[in-house]
């Protein structure tokens, strides 16, 4: 099932509730401002499963316009921040190699696209992620390529 699509192939917005209510995601039951992104176990409403953020990078060093794109962190257990964790990364590491990738292939395991770059920090990774829509990514996993 795509993430991003309900069971009849609708897509969801992941920022409301069924009825249509805009949920804020960043803040905390006590509406305190929670960056979800960076700390995954901040306490946030239990009922979140998810967290967007959404990322323009202006110009790269060559003076070309780079992409927009939300990208879909899931906040679980399971979830892709927790894959990525597992493997030392952070979405900080993850967005701008999807954003600016010195490579983009297929990934032989899933058949999904594979991006590959260098974190802000220096390592070289690959970021396996679904292409939701034209500017939505969901990642689903990312790892540091040792030499």
Request: no cysteine; proline share 8%; hydrophobic share 35%.
């Amino acid at each position: 099932m795509d993430l991003a699509k309900d069971p009849g192939g609708n897509v969801v917005d992941l920022a409301k509730d069924p009825g249509g209510n805009v949920v804020d995601l960043a803040k905390d039951p006590g509406g305190n401002v929670v960056d979800l992104a960076k700390d995954p176990g901040a306490q946030a409403n239990p009922s979140v499963d998810f967290v967007a953020t959404s990322v323009t990078l202006k110009n790269n060093a060559w003076g070309s316009l780079m992409p927009h794109f939300d990208f879909i962190w899931e906040l679980t257990e399971n979830g892709n921040l927790a894959h990525i964790s597992e493997n030392g990364l952070t979405p900080e590491d993850v967005e701008p190699v999807v954003l600016n990738p010195d490579r983009i292939s297929t990934s032989r395991s899933s058949g999904r696209p594979i991006a590959f770059g260098e974190t802000p920090d220096g390592h070289y990774i690959a970021v396996v992620y679904e292409q939701i829509d034209r500017t939505t990514v969901y990642p689903i996993t990312a790892f540091i390529i040792e030499d």
